[in-house]
């Protein structure tokens, strides 16, 4: 029997308050509809996805497909005035006898392979499965602004998506319902004409369904915490063959990429003011990549580790020296990502740039490096936009307190088993070029 996802993406946006519905609004470089979708598109449990969405937007979502080749995806389907109404269009272009059709919203982009696993596996006894987590908060019940009853929390839970059905047992519960609109989801018809029992397969708390333009700043922030969360498959031999350029190379932890990287068999170049390529010179970087790119004949990573930590209240440091400290930790990450891009879009390759967990909030006596390094984030976000019909990938690694010669320089001997390895850095570094994030903050810790 086959599993068809079908995915709703048919809102408007009433609640989100925006010219254009959320599912088209982008986090982490994508779409909301494309994080769901790729969701879909990598799920061994998924056969064939049918995609509903709203007519006045049908252009973009064709763009998408096209640009994006999902080969699961069969149908385009407009939506209809309701979210009944666009299920109903969904599962009634099923042409299949009997199937499972795993229905979910768009507006949730955070669905994981084990949910649609649990759902599938449940499907083989029941013929309605909901997905649902354990309510954390109290559930009162109220009329005119006044409580009437608090039900026990133990016996509530909250509904999430997606909500899988049999075929035939949803299609029969929607010709039941013809004329009601007053449904928010689809278990919600079977429960009320008795057609099945309901299994509910335990949802996560991460599973959340952006509804408000709050709720994309928390999106964004779980794919900043689920970046660090390498998938197994990232194996470093893959490496072998590719051309990696490094800017800041010679030492720290550029150096331990360097070291890591040629271990692996890829073909590494390092360069750094030591060896005459200063990233505060666009003309020194164009050259060096160019010299790569002739002997090599194509460039497949680019890094930039190049940074320099000073120390001192902004008012008794020397101007000059501000200016090359900016120059030298956000205007060279400029240079290299330019330069880099034209090289990047022939092998659809990716660039990394190094952030500082100081980026989240300035530090006193470090304000130019602090405010520098939250610079290096916008700019990878922002880049992972304008670069991504390109093919290319764009990220920021913020690695915790690392043992470097620039972190002693600047603060002399600590105990080691507070600092990171560079050996560590420079693995997560490697394993997110070989990934598919971008537009992420890669947070590298000890634990």
């Known amino acids: 029997m086959k599993n068809y996802g079908i995915i709703l993406a048919s809102g408007t946006g009433t609640r989100y308050k925006s010219d254009i519905p959320k599912q088209f609004v982008k986090i982490?470089?994508?779409?909301?509809?494309?994080?769901?979708?790729?969701?879909?598109?990598?799920?061994?449990?998924?056969?064939?996805?049918?995609?509903?969405?709203?007519?006045?937007?049908?252009?973009?979502?064709?763009?998408?497909?096209?640009?994006?080749?999902?080969?699961?995806?069969?149908?385009?389907?407009?939506?209809?005035?309701?979210?009944?109404?666009?299920?109903?269009?969904?599962?009634?272009?099923?042409?299949?006898?009997?199937?499972?059709?795993?229905?979910?919203?768009?507006?949730?982009?955070?669905?994981?392979?084990?949910?649609?696993?649990?759902?599938?596996?449940?499907?083989?006894?029941?013929?309605?499965?909901?997905?649902?987590?354990?309510?954390?908060?109290?559930?009162?019940?109220?009329?005119?602004?006044?409580?009437?009853?608090?039900?026990?929390?133990?016996?509530?839970?909250?509904?999430?998506?997606?909500?899988?059905?049999?075929?035939?047992?949803i299609k029969k519960a929607h010709e039941l319902s013809k004329g009601e609109s007053n449904f928010t989801d689809d278990c919600g018809l079977i429960v009320k004409y008795g057609l099945a029992e309901v299994y509910v397969v335990e949802g996560e708390t991460e599973n959340i369904k952006i509804t408000y333009p709050s709720d994309i700043y928390m999106a964004d922030r779980l794919f900043q915490v689920r970046s660090h969360l390498f998938p197994a498959e990232n194996n470093l031999s893959e490496l072998k063959d590719k051309v990696l350029v490094i800017f800041g190379g010679t030492s720290g932890i550029g150096e331990s990429i360097f070291e890591m990287a040629k271990e692996y068999g890829a073909k590494v170049y390092a360069c750094s003011d030591k060896t005459g390529v200063d990233v505060t010179s666009y003309d020194d970087i164009e050259g060096f990549l160019k010299k790569v790119s002739d002997e090599t004949g194509k460039i497949d990573y680019v890094i930039n580790t190049a940074g320099v930590l000073k120390i001192g209240k902004l008012l008794d440091r020397d101007i000059d020296d501000i200016k090359q400290e900016i120059d030298i930790n956000y205007t060279g990450s400029i240079n290299v990502a330019k330069a880099s891009i034209p090289y990047l879009k022939e092998t659809k390759g990716c660039m990394l740039m190094f952030t500082s967990s100081s980026y989240t909030r300035g530090r006193a006596m470090y304000s130019t490096y602090s405010s520098a390094k939250a610079a290096i984030v916008n700019l990878v976000q922002a880049l992972s936009e304008e670069l991504y019909a390109d093919g290319i990938r764009i990220n920021s690694i913020n690695p915790e307190r690392t043992a470097t010669q620039m972190r002693f320089n600047a603060f002399g001997r600590e105990p080691a088993d507070t600092l990171l390895k560079a050996e560590k850095v420079a693995e997560a570094s490697l394993k997110t070029l070989l990934s598919d994030l971008t537009g992420q903050v890669i947070d590298v810790r000890r634990d």
């Open 28 to 169: 982490a470089g994508k779409t909301v509809l494309e994080h769901t979708l790729d969701i879909f598109e990598k799920s061994p449990s998924i056969d064939y996805v049918i995609l509903v969405i709203t007519p006045e937007f049908r252009q973009i979502a064709e763009d998408i497909l096209l640009k994006s080749n999902y080969s699961k995806v069969i149908k385009l389907l407009n939506g209809g005035e309701t979210r009944k109404e666009s299920s109903f269009i969904g599962i009634s272009s099923v042409e299949d006898e009997e199937a499972n059709v795993i229905i979910h919203d768009c507006a949730r982009p955070f669905l994981t392979e084990r949910i649609i696993r649990d759902c599938v596996k449940a499907l083989e006894k029941y013929d309605a499965v909901d997905v649902a987590i354990p309510s954390a908060d109290t559930i009162i019940k109220v009329k005119d602004k006044l409580i009437e009853q608090i039900p026990e929390r133990k016996t509530l839970m909250r509904g999430q998506t997606p909500q899988c059905f049999k075929l035939s047992l």
